[in-house]
């Protein structure tokens, strides 16, 4: 993408600032900075920020160490640079001296605290405001080249959990399955991975975000598997849930059940229903359902540059739903020490309707 493709982003970011009434937001590395200079850097000791303000104009707070990697892409940006000998007060406060002690929109959910102290000490006169309403609306519907990216992700994913199966059979850990699914993802094109691959045996799989470890398959387990790749920044997040060997008839009602709740997701999810309807209308299913003292969690969120991110699907949130968004449709059901079953597609919203972008079978399958 070029550089003027990213200025558009950031001039749409300052008409939002200043619509909300912000003069400057300050962004720290992470999906929107890449978002808004199309730069990757690390959230580490170092401060890093990006500033834009409400009339368009960008500066930064650099490490001398990125002088290269940052002034060749924006040689004009005001930017005040710091060395590790010398540490950053001083590049805060003359970034204070030139802003003028501005109103600072932040990213509240990923600024830490010693970046806040250092904007309270020297940028702002004391107006600090959570951003993170206005990156929201900056980010939540994808363009066609978004869409891409995340549609080359989930068919990497998608290849790739395909031919893992054909190794699993009772015996085999759910390390090795998430092992051999790494590999695959990687060796197909893979530039990552959207979080640590979930694979969870038996009745391990009623913990819905466990921790692959050396248990054996064994036959009439579940196998829960969470994952996704991660392709030109954008993230995949799928999850199917098979049986080793056999499955007992309540194993599969629970399964049949949670495959309803999915379908339904699937084909009501529209553009101007609310986040709150739409995970409403799939727990209903769950909850008429003779399993619903299993049900754990909402039904699901967005997906992009971050693996989570706005907006989630859940009651009470009341944001309703935007052409270009993509988000999860994922009900589960949960027994402690018995089993976990969860199905999870990728799912964009249309003009009319949506399109689940996900399309690995979710009929029961039984593995080995």
Known sequence: M??????????????????????????????????????????????????????????????????????????EAETFYWQDS????????AAGSALGRVSVGVEGGRMRMFEYDALCRHVTAGTIVNADSVLVQLRIAKDDNEIAAIEQAIAISELALEETLEDVRAGVTERQVQARLKSRML???AEGFAFEPIALAGGNAANPHGIPGPTELRPGDVLLVDFGARSAGYNADITRTFFVGHATDEHGAIYETVLSANERGRAIARPRMTCHDLDLD?????????????IVHKTGHGLGLDGHEAPQVMIGNDQPL????????????????????RIEDDVLITGQGSRSLTGFDRSLRILG
């Open 86 to 93: 010398d540490g950053f007060e001083d590049a805060f406060a």
């Open 282 to 294: 799939v727990t209903a299913v769950l909850r008429d359902s003779p399993f619903e003292d299993l």
């Open 2 to 75: 070029t550089q003027d493709f990213h200025a558009a982003r950031r001039q749409r970011a300052a008409e939002l600032i200043a619509d909300a009434g912000m003069d400057v937001l300050a962004v720290v590395p992470g999906p929107n900075f890449s978002y808004l200079t199309g730069l990757h850097f690390h959230l580490m000791e170092r401060p890093t920020v990006l500033f834009i303000s409400g009339t368009g104009e960008i500066a930064a707070i650099m490490p001398a160490l990125e002088v290269l990697k940052w002034s060749r892409s924006f040689p």
């Open 322 to 341: 935007v052409p270009g968004a993509v988000i999860t449709i994922e009900p589960g059901l949960y027994r402690a020490d018995d089993i976990g079953v």
């Open 187 to 189: 060796s197909h094109g």
